[in-house]
């Protein structure tokens, strides 16, 4: 079988779903940051094992996740947001079952969901992201985890219901993971230097990563990243769930853009106001 990892902080309005998704499994842990809603009460009555740590960075509290007992080699890690379907569970026991495969890794793909509808279009589907694996095999990074073997792909997906909690709160999360990425950004920009070696790499992630770097050199960045997912990623067609997703969106780049002036206008010590 496989074992269950579930991060969670405050995600009692999601966390029924996500684990009747994968009630399947007879070990389900729950890596907590010490939520005070009801989140570490619906663990247990679905019982499964919670360990709970203090955030400090991504990088460490997912290393510290995969440093687990798990009672199964294999390990399929999810969000509190998110729901595996049944057929993603057949797949994976037929792909880790069969003696042929050497792969040590698989990437799946997740369906945004807003508003009751799949934004297809805008949400930059697929983004293939690593979902199960052996936890001896792999290391974190910022952006992903790193894989010591072969990879493979999952045809099967996740349903991710980014904004179970409510608009108001995605607004209120994203205000502080802004702030988060526009020091990561003032760091990069500030080497002055453009990765044309990674925008050119097949390596998709290595490739995204690089064309956002490259983004924020642009003026009005938001606009920008709007008219991107509406007319080049066809948003359009999402209808109007979409064009509020689109907005949403932009908005958060806003955030991150403004945020990351402020911080360079630190840097040539120019007051921030």
């Known amino acids: 079988m496989i074992s269950i990892l579930i991060f969670t902080h405050n995600d009692a309005p999601s966390l029924t779903a996500c684990l009747k998704s ?3 499994s007879d070990d389900i842990v729950v890596f907590d940051t010490f939520s005070t809603d009801r989140t570490t009460d619906i663990a247990k009555e679905s019982n499964a094992r919670i360990i709970q740590r203090t955030f400090d960075n991504e990088i460490d509290h997912r290393a510290a996740a995969l440093t687990t007992s798990f009672k199964n080699p294999w390990v399929f890690i999810l969000d509190a947001n998110e729901t595996a379907i049944s057929r993603l569970r057949e797949e994976m ?3 880790i079952s069969d003696p042929r495969r050497t792969e040590v890794a698989y990437r799946a793909r997740h369906r945004e969901m807003f508003l009751g509808k799949w934004i297809k279009h805008s949400s930059l589907y697929p983004n293939w992201q690593l979902r199960l694996f052996r936890p001896e095999k792999i290391t974190p990074t910022p952006a992903d985890f790193a894989v010591d073997g072969k990879e493979g792909i ?3 997906y996740l349903e991710r219901h980014r904004f179970a909690k409510g608009i108001r709160h ?5 205000n502080a993971e802004s702030t988060a ?3 990561r950004f003032a760091a990069l920009l500030s080497i002055n ?3 044309w070696r990674s925008l050119l790499s097949t390596h998709w992630q290595q490739r995204r990563d690089a064309l956002k770097e490259l983004s924020f050199r642009l003026p009005f960045r938001s606009f920008w990243i709007f008219m991107y997912l509406m007319v080049l990623r066809r948003g359009v067609l999402d209808g109007p769930p979409g064009w509020t ?3 949403l969106r932009a908005h958060y780049n806003f955030m ?3 945020k990351l002036e402020e911080l360079q206008r630190r840097q040539r010590d120019e007051p921030p106001g």
């Open 256 to 258: 991150v853009q403004a």
């Open 93 to 95: 026991i037929s792909l």
């Open 154 to 156: 999952l045809a099967n």
């Open 245 to 247: 997703y689109c907005r």
């Open 193 to 195: 230097k453009i990765n």
């Open 22 to 24: 994968v009630a399947w």
């Open 170 to 174: 995605w607004l209120s999360t994203n």
């Open 181 to 183: 990425e526009a020091h």
